[in-house]
């Protein structure tokens, strides 16, 4: 038994930085009594169309990932510093970024696993649909298909969007300081309550949905990618998956409730997708919700494609 | 001296922070503030570092939500918190494997270093380290557990069986299997073997 307890006997001690995040995380959850008697989350707007159309269309595929022989092999990463400059070297030098003139929008495409049955926040993991997107360029306004052909307008963003962000000086200080002024006038409502607590998890929650739908110039998305490391408690994971299978690194951050990942391309430090899942039990007011276990996935996603269109509704 | 003054003189066991965080949650931080360390090592010796950080910190969030069920007759804490590490280790089983076969193929450990520059820091296994590398990959998941919780969690067999949920005897037969396919992978060595 010698030879295999002296085989990696010296790994790096877990660091300072590592422990306070963890212990700062455990006593988060101590201090969040209401866990267990949160009201019932309403689902946003986005995945109760996402739920009407898969069944109105049928469009819910049988899926299971698997890992391709051709997958990118995944170069570990030093420490999520390391991950967010690559990343923004990346956004920076991106000769593919997309650059919307006013009065244009942003089509994308997703695939994404739907929730198993609503209002219950689990998404089913063997299950995949398209998800299709129209958002303004001034980022305030996106347009979803109903699963009928019609468009349903909502106003959208996490509060603050890619025009605000655009205004110069753009730095990673000046982004989080931006994000933190729109989320300190925005309460934790239950229908914005993705994050539940933090203000670092709900800047992280922030920069989730602004990679994922809104209209970011290369600056903003490199700025963005620079900040994310500097929310205290987000991490890196070497090798997360995407709803596609696509393999990556992500930024990680945990919180009382649940564990988020922004997954990014080991080739080109792309914006893959998300993943998130539950670390705690809960168990919520409504008894069609219950209690949702720990280790529920809550959000799987894969970014496909984008492209600029003249109108909602249009497609490249 | 009131009795509650006594009790605060004597350190507590883990039960007894678990017991008294049932009231009191912020108790439960010491049993955090004495496992972190070695849970993460153990994590990290079989997934790296990097993934060490988020699994150990999720390992201590769900002791802590599921402290209400641990077994109070259990003074010590240190197999629960290896069971709850060693189920969220199993999630990342293809990376475990994936690292050591790389450590196998290559003579390069992606751990225990695996955010050192890649020019720097790495240095290549023995070959000692790649035949381990390769019989440890080589292993079943439940098997490897066993194996790494008595090697590297210095676990007792009945804390194994703690740890798991599983009969002793299965911690025995199990740990047999192992050795005997380590045994193999070394020809006539036994890499399991107590030295004298």
């Known amino acids: ?316 | 001296m009131t009795s509650t003054q006594a009790e605060e003189m004597v350190e507590a066991d883990d039960a007894e922070l678990i017991r008294r965080s049932h009231d009191v949650p912020e108790q439960f931080a010491g049993v955090f503030d004495r496992y972190i360390d070695q849970i993460h090592r153990y994590i990290s010796r079989r997934l790296g570092s990097q993934a060490a950080d988020d699994i150990a910190a999720q390992t201590f969030l769900i002791a802590f939500s599921q402290r209400e069920s641990y077994d109070l007759t259990h003074r010590l804490a240190r197999p629960w918190l290896y069971g709850i590490a060693t189920n969220l280790i199993a999630r990342h089983r293809r990376n475990e494997e994936r690292f050591l076969r790389a450590l196998c193929r290559t003579g390069v450990d992606p751990l225990p270093e695996p955010m050192a520059d890649e020019a720097v820091g790495r240095v290549a296994a023995q070959m000692e380290e790649r035949r381990l590398a390769k019989a440890l990959a080589a292993l079943s998941q439940r098997d490897r557990d066993v194996l790494l919780l008595v090697a590297w969690g210095d676990l007792t067999y009945e804390e194994v069986a703690v740890a798991l949920g599983i009969p002793i005897g299965t911690v025995r037969s199990r740990l047999h299997r192992a050795r005997k396919k380590a045994r193999a992978a070394f020809g006539d060595e036994d890499p399991t073997a107590e030295d004298a």
Do not use: C
């Open chain 1, 1 to 316: 038994m010698d030879k295999i307890r002296k085989f990696r006997d010296n790994p790096p001690l877990i660091t300072d930085e590592a422990r306070d995040a963890a212990r700062a995380q455990l006593l988060h959850a101590m201090r969040e009594p209401a866990l267990t008697v949160r009201r019932q989350r309403r689902p946003r707007l986005a995945w109760r169309l996402v739920l009407a159309t898969s069944l109105a269309v049928a469009t819910v595929v049988g899926f299971t990932v698997t890992r391709d022989a051709d997958q990118p092999v995944i170069v570990p990463i030093a420490n999520v510093g390391e991950l967010g400059e690559r990343a923004a070297r990346a956004a920076e030098t991106d000769p593919d970024a997309i650059v919307l003139s006013p009065g244009k929008w942003l089509y994308t495409k997703e695939t994404i696993a739907p929730l198993l049955k609503e209002p219950r926040p689990e998404v089913d993991m063997e299950q995949r649909i398209t998800l299709e997107r129209w958002n303004s360029a001034d980022g305030k306004q996106t347009a979803l298909d109903d699963g009928t052909g019609r468009l349903v307008h909502h106003e959208t963003g996490p509060g603050i969007t890619a025009t605000d962000l655009a205004e110069a000086p753009v730095t990673p200080e000046e982004m989080l300081t931006r994000m933190r002024a729109a989320l300190s006038g925005k309460p934790v409502t239950p229908a914005a309550d993705e994050s539940d607590g933090t203000m670092e998890e709900r800047l992280f929650q922030t920069i989730h949905q602004l990679m994922s739908g809104q209209p970011l110039v290369p600056e903003v998305r490199a700025a963005l990618f620079r900040a994310l490391p500097m929310i205290k408690g987000v991490s890196v994971k070497q090798d997360a998956v995407d709803a596609t299978g696509r393999h990556g690194n992500a930024f990680v951050y945990t919180g009382a409730w649940q564990r988020s990942e922004i997954i990014i391309s080991p080739e080109d430090y792309r914006f893959l997708g998300t993943y998130g899942e539950t670390v705690t039990d809960r168990t919520f007011f409504s008894e069609r919700v219950g209690t949702v276990k720990a280790g529920t996935p809550t959000v799987w996603t894969a970014y496909l494609e984008s492209q600029v269109v003249d109108r909602p509704g249009d497609r490249p």
